[in-house]
């Protein structure tokens, strides 16, 4: 078996287009969505993903600003740069790219950003709501694996899906989204992690394997059933002599043994990376037509 390729960069599009229509339409109402991103020093990843979100905003018509501070920013300025933007109408969605700086307390600063404008997902009364299954703004990445399940024809309705990780990033709201009754939930949801022993008991009993561990190809063929859906979530950099830069990006998971046995997996780069910025722009058009009551998801 060789698995199909779930192609995320593709799905991505198709989320942007849908936004770019919702775009046109509240412009007939004379609102412009807007985001507003603060981003902190100089860190090269940051950098980029900051440049390629700004790009996805411009190419659906939506409104977006990079606001720069320097690194040595103080937490009383940051927190005051951040309610200077809760307070402003013109953005509708307000984003601090993490990670910040040492000496700044990340967790006071996404609790700064007001829950309706917090288009990351990451507030704590967001993600509460999230786990209570009633309207809030959902976490990126997460939501983003489940709209690359539903779209690529793997609903998790019924299925047994193992999610390897317990981030509050990404594996715990990815599966309390899992667990939900609605669509893009109603599966029975088993959560490993570091603490688990032999967690290949687990991995191979999944009909939908979701890899978030941070360690390149921790996910070995030997781990997956014959016939599984394989989600990395992983980006990590490895030395690679043969590249320009001197390392390439791999996922979670041993991709090449892997699609010797999945039905479907996702690759890295290409996979799960678009989706997380396509779903970013949701939540900002979301915010912008009224909220997450708004529009049905």
């Known amino acids: 078996m060789t698995a199909k390729i779930i192609d995320g960069t593709a799905i991505a599009q198709q989320v942007r287009d849908e936004v770019a229509e919702r775009v046109r339409t509240l412009a007939t109402r004379g609102v412009e969505p807007g985001l507003a991103v603060v981003l ?17 905003a411009a190419a659906v018509g939506m409104r977006s600003e990079t606001i720069r501070v320097p690194a040595d920013v103080s937490q009383e300025e940051l927190l005051r740069l951040v ?30 950003v007001m829950p309706e404008k917090d288009v990351d997902g990451l507030h704590p009364v967001n993600v509460g709501r999230l786990f209570r299954g009633e309207p809030g703004f ?25 999610v390897c990780g317990r981030s509050n990033l990404v594996g715990k709201p990815l599966a309390g989204l899992l667990m939900q009754k609605r669509r893009g939930g109603n599966a029975t949801v088993t959560v490993c992690h570091t603490g688990t022993p032999d967690i290949a008991t687990y991995t191979r009993q999944a009909d939908i394997l979701i890899a978030v561990m941070g360690r390149p190809g921790t996910i070995a063929a030997d781990m997956v059933r014959e016939g599984a859906v394989v989600i990395d979530v992983g980006v990590n950099a490895i030395p690679d002599a043969t590249k320009k830069s001197g390392q390439r990006l791999v996922g979670d998971v041993d991709f090449d ?39 049905d998801r």
């Open 257 to 295: 043994s892997v699609a010797q046995k999945a039905a479907a997996i996702t690759p890295v780069p290409g996979g799960v990376g678009p989706m997380t910025r396509a779903m970013l722009l949701w939540n900002t058009v979301l915010a912008a037509s009224g909220g997450p009551e708004s529009l």
């Open 40 to 56: 902190v020093g100089e860190n090269p990843a940051s950098v980029s993903y900051v440049r390629g979100k700004t790009r996805d």
């Open 138 to 162: 959902l976490s990126c990445t997460p939501h983003g694996v489940i709209q690359m399940l539903l779209r690529s024809g793997h609903d998790p309705a019924g299925k047994h899906a193992v």
């Open 83 to 112: 309610n200077e933007l809760n307070e402003n109408p013109g953005w509708h969605g307000v984003l601090v790219q993490l990670p910040l700086p040492d000496h700044i307390d990340e967790r006071s600063i996404t609790e700064a």
